[in-house]
């Protein structure tokens, strides 16, 4: 039973357009989330990460919203560029990340073209 | 800088061999993590650790052992490998209330 959804594994975009990336959660519980970015034969990085007590945090290019009501997150990137281009993962935690254990989506792969 | 080291990048291994994975982070960090990732599948945990000589089954403990000796290494062990154990492994770090940091990952590749 999947408590993170990421439902879009691929997105398409041009560079200098929008990138909106989109994760669910079931579990009322969570209350810190996190987005990774990973390029190919590498490990993930951390890119942005949001507590539950705010529903919008913002990063240069990046931005992460929370509507706790509809248990539902999204990463934005604009303007997005092809070195945007990795597949991103959302993650969350229901200890306030006290004790490092998160739960991962599967991850949308994001394309941007030049 | 946040540094976690894998031993190999790529690995070759087949049917039946043991295989370690190890993990060396160099930030005094308490939590260790072991993962799997498969296309389609995401980052599924494989075992974790809170501090020396802890461990914790993930999602996916079948197949797999960890040992955890030093705070600052975290092996990956399987016992007799599998086809189906063909996967790119993730190590990551963490201290208390902080994100976690991944290391470069190790292909496994078994015959």
């Known amino acids: 039973d999947q408590q993170v959804k990421q439902n879009s594994p691929s997105l398409s975009v041009q560079e200098g357009r929008i990138s909106i990336l989109n994760c669910d959660y079931t579990?009322?519980?969570?209350?810190?989330f996190l987005w990774y970015k990973k390029y190919p034969a590498e490990g993930p990085t951390f890119l942005i990460s949001?507590?539950?007590?705010?529903d919008k945090n913002e990063d240069g290019r990046f931005t992460v919203f929370l509507n706790k009501s509809a248990k539902h997150l999204s990463l934005h990137i604009v303007p997005s560029q092809p070195g945007d281009s990795a597949v991103y993962f959302c993650?969350?935690?229901?200890?306030?990340?006290?004790?490092?254990?998160?739960?991962f989506g599967k991850g949308t792969k994001l394309s941007v073209k030049p | 800088d946040v540094k976690v080291t894998q031993s190999s990048r790529y690995l070759v291994k087949r049917t039946g061999e043991k295989v370690f994975l190890e993990c060396v982070q160099d930030m005094d960090h308490e939590n260790m993590f072991w993962y799997r990732q498969d296309p389609g599948l995401g980052l599924r945990l494989i075992y974790f650790?809170?501090?020396?000589?802890?461990?914790e089954k993930g999602d996916i403990p079948e197949g797999y052992s960890v040992s955890r000796e030093k705070k600052e290494r975290f092996s990956l062990i399987l016992e007799s490998a599998s086809t189906n154990q063909t996967s790119m492994y993730l190590c990551?770090?963490?201290?208390?209330?902080?994100?976690?940091?991944f290391g470069p990952g190790t292909r496994l590749t078994v015959l």
């Open positions: 990551a770090s963490s201290s208390q209330m902080d994100t976690q940091y």
């Open positions: 993650a969350a935690s229901a200890d306030g990340g006290s004790q490092g254990n998160l739960i």
């Open positions: 650790s809170y501090d020396v000589k802890m461990k």
């Open positions: 579990n009322s519980m969570f209350d810190y």
């Open positions: 949001i507590s539950s007590i705010k």
